[in-house]
C-alpha cells in the first residue's frame, strides 16, 4: 500500500511540472507563491492608497490595516483583555498584538509570546487555558489576560503542557485546528496526508477528533474530511460547521469546496466522493456504499477557492438581522487557470437548509495581481472583524461604521458617548421590565457564569459590564436568542430577553 501512496505522490509531483503540457484541462499552477514559498518576502504591506483603491466592504462598513509586519500570520484569537494572539507556523512562535488603547485603529505593539513550538496553528482559551495546537499534538498554558496596563500586561502563568503527543504528522496537510466546544471538550482537525489517497488510520487523518480538556479519551467524531482548517459552532443550534478543502487535479472547476455541518460520526466523502456524493474519478470506484452514506456540503464554495478560517458573528447591524452569520477568509486557489477565491465572504442562514454566500472583504485579488491572502476570521470585544493574511503578513480589521474608527469595548470611546440604549422606554414601564429582567436574570442562574462571587468552581467568569457601549436593546435581545458559544442557549422568549436585555443595559 505504502508503496501504492509513493508511487501516487510522484506521479501526483511530476504532474505538477509537467502538467502545463501533458493535462491542461485538468491542472494547471497559478498561485502568488513565488515569495512566498522561496524564502521571500511576501507581498510586502499593502499601501493606503491600494487599500481604498482596491479593498471592497458592505455598505457602512470599513476595512484598515489593525497590523503589519506579522509574518505569516495565521491562526487568530483574542484575549480577555482584547489582545490578539497569532500563531506563526513556519517560525514555531505564537506573538502577542497588544490592543488598541489609544484609539488610532491599529494596534498599540507586538512581542513574542511562545516559541519554540512545533508548527503552532489552532489556539482557543478555556478558563484561563491557552490551547495550542501543533501540527503533531497540542498543548496547554496557564495564561493571564492581564488589564493592558504595562503593570498589567499579559503573560504565561506555568509551563506549557504536551497533553497529546501523537497526532499523525508529515504529509500534505500539517496545520491543525483546535477548539473547545459548549461541551466542554476539545475538537482538533487533522487534515489528510496526501492530495487523494487512502489513508493509513483514515479515522484520525482527514478527521475530527474529540478529546477531554486535559487531552485524555481520543475519540473519534468525524471523518472523510480532507482539509477543515475551521470550524465553529452555529449560534442558534449549537452545530458545528467546519470548511473543507476540495481535492486538486480535476480542473479548474471541479470539485467544489465545502461548509460541512459536522456530526457526530459522520463521513464527508473524502477520498471516494466530492461535492454532492459524486464519485470521485480515482478512488470512487467500487465504493459505492461509502459514497451513499457520505454526508453532501452543506454549501458548496467554488472549486479551489480554500476556504480557511470561518467565525459565526452578531452583532453587525443589517448584516445580522436576519439570522446566523458566519464569515469565511477564502485562501485563493494555486492550481486554476484564472486565480480564484482571495476574499472574505459571508454566509447567511436562511430558513430550512438555504445559505446564501455574499461578498464581505474584496480586493486582495485584482486581475490576477495578488496583495494579500486572507486566513483566519474572528470577531473581535469591539465587534470589529479581524483577518490574519499570511501574504501581506498583516492582520485586517473591518468594522462596522456606526461602531466608530476605534474600539469601543477597549476604553476608546470616553464613556457617556453612546447614546442611552434604553431611550425611549421610561418611568414605570422601565422600571417594571428592569426588575421583571433582574428576577429572570437570577432564576436562570446567569450568574453563576458572570457574577464572581456566585460562579460554580472552574467556570469561566466573565462580568457583564460596558454593553451599553456596544449593544443596542435589539442587538442584545437577539444576543440571548443566539449567545455566543461557549455560552448555553437560556430558555426565555422574545419578552423576557427584552426584559432581561433591559435590565443588563440599565446596571
Ligand atoms: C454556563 C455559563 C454561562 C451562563 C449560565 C450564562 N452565560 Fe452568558 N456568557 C457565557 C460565556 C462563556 C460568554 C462568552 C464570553 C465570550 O464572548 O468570550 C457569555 C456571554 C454573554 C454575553 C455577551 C457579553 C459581552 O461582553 O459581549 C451576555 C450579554 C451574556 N452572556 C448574558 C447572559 C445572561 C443574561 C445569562 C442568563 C440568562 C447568561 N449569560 C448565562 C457563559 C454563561
Not at 59 to 84: H, I, N, Y
Not at 283 to 291: K, L, S, V
Not at 443 to 459: K, M, T
Request: glycine share 12%; hydrophobic share 35%.
Amino acid at each position: 500500500m505504502r508503496r501504492i501512496i509513493v508511487i501516487l505522490s510522484l506521479a501526483a509531483v511530476a504532474t505538477v511540472f509537467a502538467c502545463r503540457y501533458l493535462l491542461p484541462e485538468r491542472f494547471a499552477v497559478n498561485a502568488p507563491i513565488a515569495h512566498q514559498m522561496f524564502g521571500g518576502k511576501g507581498a510586502g504591506t499593502p499601501e493606503a492608497e491600494q487599500i481604498d483603491v482596491r479593498m471592497g466592504v458592505p455598505e457602512g462598513f470599513s476595512v484598515g490595516l489593525w497590523a503589519t509586519d506579522v509574518r505569516g500570520a495565521r491562526g487568530l484569537r483574542f484575549t480577555e483583555a482584547g489582545d490578539l494572539l497569532v500563531t506563526r507556523p513556519r517560525v514555531g512562535e505564537i506573538v502577542l498584538l497588544e490592543a488598541d488603547h489609544d484609539g488610532d485603529g491599529r494596534s498599540d505593539g507586538q512581542r513574542v509570546l511562545m516559541k519554540g513550538l512545533n508548527r503552532p496553528h489552532g489556539m482557543d482559551f478555556h478558563q484561563g487555558w491557552l490551547y495550542v495546537a501543533e501540527t503533531d499534538g497540542f498543548g496547554r498554558v496557564r495564561f493571564e489576560p492581564g488589564d493592558g496596563t504595562e503593570a498589567g500586561q499579559a503573560r504565561l502563568a506555568g509551563a506549557y503542557e504536551r497533553l497529546v503527543e501523537n497526532l499523525p504528522k508529515g504529509g500534505n496537510h500539517w496545520t491543525r485546528t483546535i477548539r473547545v466546544g459548549p461541551d466542554q471538550k476539545v475538537y482538533v482537525t487533522v487534515g489528510s496526508s496526501c492530495n487523494v489517497c487512502l489513508e493509513d488510520d483514515p479515522s484520525r487523518r482527514a478527521a475530527m477528533l474529540r478529546f477531554e480538556l486535559d487531552g485524555s479519551g481520543e475519540t473519534p467524531f468525524a471523518s472523510g474530511l480532507r482539509n477543515t482548517v475551521g470550524f465553529d459552532w452555529r449560534p442558534s443550534t449549537g452545530e458545528i460547521y467546519g470548511t473543507d478543502n476540495g481535492r486538486d487535479l480535476l480542473g479548474d472547476d471541479y470539485p467544489p469546496c465545502e461548509l460541512n455541518r459536522i456530526v457526530e460520526g459522520g463521513f464527508y466523502g473524502w477520498p471516494f466522493a466530492n461535492g454532492a456524493n459524486r464519485p470521485d474519478p480515482d478512488f470512487g470506484e467500487g465504493q459505492a456504499a461509502h459514497i451513499e452514506t457520505s454526508i453532501p456540503p452543506a454549501h458548496p464554495f467554488r472549486a479551489h477557492n480554500a476556504p480557511l478560517g470561518i467565525a459565526f458573528v452578531r452583532g453587525l447591524g443589517t448584516l445580522t438581522a436576519d439570522g446566523d452569520v458566519a464569515i469565511v477568509a477564502l485562501h485563493g486557489s494555486w492550481n486554476r487557470r484564472d486565480k480564484d477565491g482571495y476574499k472574505v465572504v459571508s454566509l447567511h442562514f436562511g430558513p430550512g437548509d438555504q445559505i446564501i454566500e455574499r461578498d464581505f472583504l474584496t480586493g486582495f485579488l485584482e486581475r490576477e495581481d495578488v496583495i494579500g491572502r486572507p486566513v483566519d476570521v474572528v470577531q473581535g470585544p469591539d465587534g470589529a472583524i479581524y483577518v490574519s493574511d499570511d501574504y501581506a503578513n498583516v492582520v485586517w480589521r473591518v468594522s462596522l461604521d456606526a461602531l466608530g474608527p476605534a474600539s469601543p469595548g477597549l476604553g476608546a470611546s470616553t464613556p457617556g458617548d453612546a447614546s442611552d440604549p434604553l431611550a425611549g422606554i421610561e418611568g414605570e414601564t422601565r422600571a417594571r421590565l428592569v426588575s421583571e429582567g433582574e428576577a429572570l436574570y437570577a432564576g436562570h442562574a446567569c450568574g453563576s457564569c458572570h457574577e464572581a462571587e456566585l460562579a460554580d468552581e472552574g467556570v469561566v467568569v466573565k462580568p457583564l459590564e460596558g454593553l451599553g457601549a456596544r449593544y443596542t436593546l435589539v442587538e442584545l435581545s437577539s444576543l440571548l436568542r443566539t449567545p455566543p458559544s461557549p455560552m448555553p442557549i437560556p430558555d426565555l422568549d422574545a419578552a423576557e430577553r427584552r426584559a432581561v436585555a433591559v435590565y443588563l443595559l440599565s446596571r
